[in-house]
């Protein structure tokens, strides 16, 4: 079992960026595939980037593409969310989840979940 704690999340205006970190304990990090998804106020959890083990592959969605970049740091336990151009429509709790990516159904594959990060978009 992983253990998973999301961080940097808060208030940007329009155009601003923000990195989201996962910090995970427990097992050893690295077997995992990982991914973030997020969920806005009354509507339903989506997906918006995963990262294999080692980090080489990743996965987006098309209406992410160009503005969010995920990474891991391995040595260091710990995912990353880059998110750039932010818009007030991505306003929601983002979450970092690990497991075994399968690029379909409501977790993708993701077994262990964080409790999430606040990231609001002002006008």
């Known amino acids: 079992q992983v253990q998973l704690v999301e961080s940097g999340g808060g208030l940007v205006q329009t155009g601003g960026s923000l990195r989201l970190s996962c910090a995970a304990s427990?097992?050893?990090?690295?077997?995992?595939?990982m991914g973030w998804f997020r969920q806005a106020p009354g509507k339903e959890r989506e997906f918006v980037a995963g990262?294999?083990?080692?980090?080489?592959?990743?996965y987006y969605p098309d209406f992410v593409k160009g503005r969010f970049t995920i990474s891991r740091d391995n040595a260091k336990n710990t995912l990353y969310l880059q998110i750039n151009s932010l818009k007030p429509e991505d306003t929601a709790v983002y979450y970092c989840?690990?497991?075994?990516?399968?690029?379909?159904?409501?977790?993708?594959?993701?077994?262990?979940w964080g409790k999430g990060t606040l990231v609001t978009v002002s006008s």
């Open positions: 989840a690990a497991g075994y990516y399968s690029g379909s159904g409501p977790n993708y594959g993701m077994n262990y």
């Open positions: 990262i294999n083990r080692i980090g080489g592959v990743k």
């Open positions: 427990g097992r050893t990090f690295s077997i995992y595939d």
